[in-house]
């Protein structure tokens, strides 16, 4: 993640994202949309998703998630990166006072891994928010694993600030549940929860999947176990692991 992004200059904008639920869909009068895009295979686009990119006049997203839905609209595509998603959202915030449909689309669901940016959209706009959910990689995992989500324990590294909270999660539940993971590049990688898992106690002959590109064509699966896999632990940058910065691992829990 972006070592620019400080959470310190104010609230955790997921925070803000989560603080309320949603007004009734009846009270909403033209609301921006936050639409989860799914794992950038147009297959996996719902179709309310896929109204909401069409329809808009304005599109906001980070450039690699805006570029897949890009052949989806007509509007006028806002991209942006870590250093300049405020400048970028305050120019769609301009568009939609102004009276233009807008939509911000997210990589896979919103409600995984996706509220921090779902906040600095709502921080951004004076106007109503609504989530369209997407078909997560996340969903996808679980289904190529065999791990019921009711059975498993789900935790988002990909995210800024501290993640003590989520890797306790991890170390608590591992063994008893499945362990469904979205990893941060490049600090916190499969390997990196591997290593932290085995070092806690966990059994290094546990089966651990590694996803990578799920629903692409260079789709791959790593499968391995929790020992195997933390021989890939240390790195920090994209040329120092062997998985991809879209990958999801999966931990099973014991037979």
């Not at 300049?84 to 939509?103: K, P, W």
């Not at 921080?123 to 019921?148: K, N, Y």
């Not at 490049?186 to 089966?207: I, K, R, Y």
Request: proline share 8%.
């Amino acid at each position: 993640m972006s070592e620019d992004y400080d959470l310190d200059a104010g609230p955790d904008p997921a925070a803000v994202a989560a603080a309320t639920p949603e007004p009734d869909p009846d009270a909403l009068d033209d609301p921006v949309h936050a639409v989860g895009i799914g794992p950038g295979n147009p297959d996996y686009l719902t179709r309310r998703g896929a109204r909401a990119i069409r329809e808009a006049d304005v599109v906001v997203g980070f450039e690699t998630v805006v570029d897949f839905v890009a052949d989806g609209t007509e509007a006028d595509l806002l991209t942006c990166g870590y250093a300049d998603e405020a400048a970028t959202l305050s120019v769609f915030a301009d568009r939609v006072a102004a009276g233009d449909h807008g939509t911000a689309v997210l990589m896979g669901d919103p409600n995984h891994s996706g509220y921090q940016f779902l906040g600095k959209v709502e921080r951004a706009v004076d106007a109503p928010v609504t989530v369209v959910p997407g078909i997560s990689s996340l969903q996808v995992a679980a289904s190529r694993a065999r791990t019921p989500m009711e059975d498993a324990a789900f935790v988002t590294l990909h995210k800024s600030g501290d993640l003590d909270p989520d890797l306790d999660r991890l170390v608590d539940a591992v063994g008893d549940r499945h362990l469904l993971v979205l990893p941060r590049p490049f600090d916190w990688m499969p390997g990196d929860v591997a290593d932290l898992l085995v070092e806690s106690g966990a059994d290094p002959a546990l089966d651990a999947l590694v996803f990578e590109h799920l629903t692409h064509p260079e789709e791959r699966v790593t499968r391995t176990t929790l020992g195997d896999l933390r021989g890939s632990a240390g790195g920090g940058d994209r040329e120092s692991t062997p998985y991809s910065d879209l990958s999801v691992l999966v931990v099973r829990a014991d037979p």
